[in-house]
């Protein structure tokens, strides 16, 4: 990477081992160009001469991933001597997801979720304005036929509550591959057209940045995407959508897949990714939510909590006894909403994304061990930055920290579908513990950097060559 884009590097040294890395020199500005490099993962030949599996549920593409030529690579057999950890630079909040907030939904829900809203407000500041023009004669008249008629009104409110329990239930079904339970009232038919729309809007958007398919950077998302695609042809979800690539240069480290399969790869992603098995698992994790169908559930979920909320909307601008209060009441309700049900539940399918992910990256022979590595990079990054931390329940992902243990939990299971398919046997050490190792190198580094008059460092500089173990 160099000031203004990534820098294609030449072909050198071994043309099968191939890792992603940028310059050790010219990778300064991690928010403009991405996250460092901070450990050379060693490759282990998981795309070369890889075997076709006596299993069914396995498959192996083709044709080796190295074969292409790669964007800003480097031969394994060759690393960097040195770089410098402390020219990194962490954006605030880092995903590989477009926010849930955005998921398409069906067009008509769209116009008249504010019009459903505006009709709770008003309702329910008529009711109370009717409430207080009424003479106190006629409010004890209204007060003793209520209580004469508590089980009636008991009774209707009962049965609106069974009705919708019962919407609830006969809209459960199965996720794929998980087989967990969920609600989806939209289906993947309501948003074919919306999907359209907005993959109209990026394209118009992204007009001018897009990178060509002769670019050596596309041409790697093309070939991790093909392989993912490939080797788990075997799941319907994957095989009935086409995958269209779209490299985007931008600086932003991110990534994301529409409902209809067209991937979006921004290069500051291209530039935080350490290796070809970082860059396959974060795919996989994006496709996960593609063919989990996450948007459509996400989207199911809102629109029935939104319904449920309107009732409540409409009480508190009835009971409030003026319009300043009924404000404070309702943002009180959005904010409850979005914390105990919106954000855990964008939280658990980020999570179930990492695990479906994680297994197509097996299946695909990809170092499975990479994927907790990238988001310890992550934290590192952010530790080195000195960012605050904030709690987990104000975000919509899970932690860089619980993130990465979630994945070494699901590593082991991982690496049995990676055997099972036949896959070759890694070598060389744990990546894990290569950046365990090198973490460890840089604090003792930092501390030998230090001299008594020294002040506290600047961490945008660059004042430590750390050499990869």
């Known amino acids: 990477c160099t000031q203004d884009r990534c820098q294609r590097l030449a072909l050198s040294g071994n043309t099968r081992n191939w890792v992603l890395i940028g310059s050790p020199d010219s990778c300064r500005d991690f928010a403009g160009k991405g996250l460092r490099c901070l450990l050379n993962i060693p490759n282990t030949e998981v795309y070369k001469n890889a075997h076709h599996s006596s299993r069914r549920f396995c498959f192996q593409s083709s044709r080796p991933l190295g074969e292409i030529a790669p964007f800003s690579i ?30 398409p939904v069906p067009l008509f829900w769209i116009i008249v979720k504010p019009a459903q809203k505006l009709f709770a407000i008003i309702l329910g500041r008529s009711l109370r304005n ?10 004890e008249l209204f007060k003793e036929s209520a209580r004469k008629n508590k089980w009636k009104i008991l009774l209707g409110v009962s049965s609106l509550g069974v009705l919708f329990v019962v919407f609830y239930f006969t809209h459960l079904e199965e996720t794929p591959i998980t087989g967990r339970a969920r609600l989806l009232v939209f289906g993947k038919e309501h ?9 109209n809007m990026w394209m118009e958007e992204f007009k001018g940045k897009m990178l060509p398919e002769t670019d050596a950077r596309y041409q790697v998302v093309e070939r991790v995407v093909g392989h993912l ?10 095989s009935a959508l086409k995958w269209v690539i779209h490299v985007v240069d931008e600086p932003g480290v991110n990534a994301f897949v529409l409902p209809n399969g067209q991937v979006f790869v921004f290069t500051g992603l291209l530039n935080a990714v350490s290796d070809i098995h970082q860059l396959s698992f974060i795919l996989g994790h994006e496709i996960a939510h593609a063919v989990l169908e996450h948007a459509a559930e996400k989207a199911s979920l809102v629109h029935f ?42 939280r658990t399918l980020e999570a179930e994304a990492d695990k479906v992910g994680l297994q197509f990256a097996a299946k695909a022979c990809v170092d499975v061990r990479a994927s907790s590595v990238f988001w310890q990079q992550m934290e590192l990054a952010e530790t080195i930055q000195g960012q605050p931390k904030l709690p987990e329940w104000l975000s919509t992902h899970p932690s860089h920290e619980n993130r990465a243990e979630h994945l070494d939990r699901l590593i082991p299971e991982a690496l049995k579908i990676r055997e099972s398919c036949n896959c070759p046997s890694l070598s060389g050490p744990d990546p894990r513990l290569i950046f365990k190792l090198n973490v460890q190198h840089l604090l003792e580094s930092s501390k030998h950097q230090e001299t008594p008059n020294s002040t506290k460092q600047d961490l945008s500089k660059p004042k430590l060559d750390f050499p990869h173990s």
Not at 231 to 236: A, L, Q, T, Y
Not at 322 to 341: C, H, P, T
């Open 191 to 199: 948003f074919r057209e919306l999907s359209q729309m907005e993959y």
């Open 130 to 139: 009717w409430w207080k023009a009424l003479p106190p004669n006629k409010r």
């Open 74 to 103: 480097s031969s394994v057999g060759q690393p960097p001597r040195h770089f410098s950890a402390w020219n990194i630079q962490i954006i605030r909040s880092f995903r590989t997801s477009l926010s849930f907030q955005a998921a």
């Open 305 to 346: 909590l939104d319904f449920l909320s309107l009732i409540v909307l409409t009480m508190i601008w009835a009971i409030c006894p003026r319009d300043s209060l009924a404000v404070v009441g309702q943002w009180v309700q959005s904010k409850l909403q979005e914390f105990m049900f919106d954000r855990p539940y964008s």
């Open 229 to 238: 695609s490939e080797s788990n042809r075997d799941i319907p979800q994957v």
